[in-house]
């Protein structure tokens, strides 16, 4: 088992023509992942490398039965594409474009959030990979190979820091999930942990966050309410200066809100360990799970 | 983007939210000139984007010309909490019965904007949130509904605001959602919102911050933009489509992508050294890149040395590699480099270093190690 991609994934790219979303599609049909379709508007009847292109998102549902959508558009088109995606009837939505406009991301939370009916991931996250079953975006999986280790993050590159140093320890992955930096992510730190604390493939759980709103201090409460297997937890931003965005749009820390060091504390507090390097996150996880087996 | 008070207070007028009259002065006579247009008194004011000017001495009343230029005198010019003055905005001094609270902020947790009123007008409101949370009322608003009138007054009335004013300030609330929407900001407030003895409502501040994202639907707005306030090396970030943020110490800093940039100014503070700036240099950085990323990082000149902590995904380690080469063929760097290259073709990139044999450059194989070299190399 996994979280949400797998074998199953039928995945329609939303910018395929683009050079970075040709790119990537292909990089993950390669791994493995169907990549059944792409969508844009005006280059519907032609095709990428074979992969068949669609104007609308709608039609490429009704053509290849696509369950997943990949955004890869410019911000100024992005939350358009995420909407024409949901109301066609995709269930997972991983949207990969960074800098939408804030309004425009509120907007398509709260659609998708009314309906009820998708789920979205990201903006701006590098994706979704299933090592061994599928690649949904911009992660390099040749550093990851199956496991039990699920990841849930706010950031891409610290993510493949810390899953090497895990694969160096001998384990492997069941998902990683790349949530995104943004300040109005589509799932947060809660959605995704849940989804590992009922998958049977995952017997540990780390967790990446950064400075920045509280999603990482609400996702300790939620820990503690329920979540049985073991979650070991990093926060990078401890030396970032207040009123400064360090390079993710949700990483600011405003006043005295959103500090790392409250975090960890959150986090702690509740049973959670927190490593404060990379490394020692990789060394905790390692410990817990040769001590499980 | 921060606005300036005067500018957040042109933003509100076109947008129905009663203001002062006034007028922008960068010298001693326009200020004097447009104190005299306005009538005594008038009020001074200091436009930077920090709190506290009042208390500062950066906000004064002017009784006549005289006054209105000693005190334009004394604030041009003038350092607020390291920011210099430059500009000055004059308006009408009010007089003031009531002093209110408004704002509409970017509600992250919720998801949703959130409206907030209180009558403890004129102080901190983290402090007021802190020591009388019950004095601020508070209200998330369904963007997908929008603001509406009952909204207005639900607020004024949990506020407890004066009887006579609920419909204006209820008025006013709906004025200032709808600049936080049109205008795409993430952050309007207003304090103090005042009520004057004539029961007339007005912002007599503005504190306006807009989405950077949004601004090419704002031409306008992009405008404002003031590319002398901002910092030397941040400017000079910017003009390259760098993430750059200055910091206080010794080690500059580039990494790829923004929370593994982050990691690593933890990691060299842990190991006793103090960064000097944080430069996230993207994913999938080409050699000029990295070119441009290096000369913005030795321009600040209290970086004693340089670590490059890269783990490639898509970022490839020999183009990492070539453009550090190609940054010591042009400018030639005096300080020390440590570069720690891990993930996609970092085998290639360290022979590339190798075979390069450039002056003062170590490689190192982990995040930690090449942390602990670089804060030897700056002590």
Request: glycine share 12%.
């Amino acid at each position: 088992m996994s979280i949400l991609v797998d074998s199953n994934t039928k995945l329609v790219v939303s910018g395929i023509t683009g050079r970075e979303g040709t790119f990537h599609s292909l990089r993950n049909r390669d791994y493995g992942t169907q990549v059944v379709g792409g969508v844009t508007p005006g280059k519907g009847g032609q095709d990428v490398e074979g992969i068949p292109v669609y104007d609308t998102f709608h039609a490429a549902v009704a053509e290849t039965g696509a369950n997943t959508a990949m955004i890869f558009v410019p911000p100024r088109f992005a939350a358009d594409s995420i909407l024409e995606a949901e109301d066609a009837g995709i269930d997972l939505i991983v949207a990969i474009t960074e800098g939408i406009p804030a309004h425009d991301e509120l907007r398509a939370f709260n659609v998708i959030k009314k309906n009820g009916r998708a789920r979205l991931i990201g903006p701006n996250c590098p994706g979704i990979l299933s090592p061994g079953k599928a690649n949904v975006g911009i992660i390099p999986a040749a550093f990851f190979k199956e496991g039990n280790v699920g990841v849930v993050s706010r950031s891409g590159t610290l993510t493949y820091q810390i899953g090497n140093v895990i694969a160096q320890e001998g384990f492997g992955n069941s998902t990683i999930v790349g949530i995104g930096g943004d300040p109005v992510p589509g799932s947060d730190f809660i959605d995704i942990v849940a989804l590992f604390q009922e998958d049977p493939e995952t017997e540990l759980i780390v967790m990446c966050g950064e400075i920045g709103g509280d999603a990482e201090e609400r996702a300790a409460e939620f820990i503690a309410s329920g979540v049985t297997k073991p979650v070991v937890a990093y926060i990078a931003g401890f030396t970032a200066p207040p009123g400064k965005t360090m390079g993710h749009a949700g990483a600011i820390v405003s006043g005295s809100r959103g500090t790392a060091k409250a975090k960890a504390e959150a986090l702690e507090s509740k049973g959670v360990r927190v490593g404060r390097t990379p490394t020692e996150v990789a060394e905790l996880a390692a410990s817990l799970l040769a001590a499980a087996a | 983007m921060d606005l300036l008070e005067y500018q957040g207070k042109q933003v509100f007028a076109r947008h129905g939210v009663p203001v002062p009259s006034g007028r922008h002065a960068q010298t001693v006579d326009e200020a004097a000139a447009a104190a005299d247009d306005i009538g005594y008194p008038s009020v001074i004011k200091a436009q930077v984007q920090i709190g506290g000017r009042g208390k500062a001495g950066g906000i004064k009343v002017a009784g006549d010309h005289g006054e209105a230029r000693e005190h334009a005198q004394a604030i041009l010019g003038m350092d607020i909490r390291g920011l210099t003055v430059h500009e000055l905005w004059v308006e009408g001094a009010s007089q003031i019965a009531s002093e209110y609270y408004a704002s509409v902020v970017f509600d992250r947790s919720a998801k949703a904007p959130l409206v907030m009123l209180s009558t403890k007008g004129g102080m901190d409101i983290e402090e007021v949130a802190e020591s009388d949370p019950g004095a601020i009322a508070r209200l998330h608003v369904d963007p997908l509904l929008g603001f509406q009138e009952f909204h207005g007054r639900r607020l004024a009335f949990e506020a407890a605001v004066d009887a006579d004013v609920v419909r204006p300030v209820g008025a006013m609330l709906a004025s200032l959602y709808e600049v936080f929407v049109a205008e795409e900001a993430t952050l309007v407030e207003v304090n103090p919102l005042i009520v004057t003895p004539q029961r007339e409502v007005r912002a007599l501040d503005a504190k306006v911050t807009l989405d950077d994202n949004a601004l090419f639907r704002h031409p306008e707005n992009a405008e404002l933009r003031d590319p002398s306030r901002e910092d030397p090396q941040e400017r000079m970030a910017k003009e390259r489509s760098l993430t750059y943020v200055k910091l206080d110490g010794n080690i500059g800093i580039l990494g790829n992508g923004a929370g593994l940039v982050m990691s690593t100014l933890d990691v060299v503070a842990q190991a006793g050294g103090s960064p000097a700036n944080f430069l996230d240099a993207g994913g999938g950085s080409k050699a000029e890149a990295i070119t441009s990323a290096v000369e913005v990082i030795l321009s600040n000149p209290n970086v004693r040395a340089v670590l490059f902590n890269i783990f490639g995904g898509i970022t490839r380690c020999d183009e990492v590699a070539r453009g550090l080469i190609e940054a010591f063929d042009q400018i030639n760097p005096t300080v020390p480099f440590v570069v720690r290259l891990d993930g996609t073709n970092d085998v290639d990139g360290r022979q590339l270093l190798a075979e390069a044999d450039l002056p003062n450059v170590f490689t190192e194989s982990t995040m930690d190690g090449a942390a602990q070299k670089v804060v030897e190399l700056a002590a």
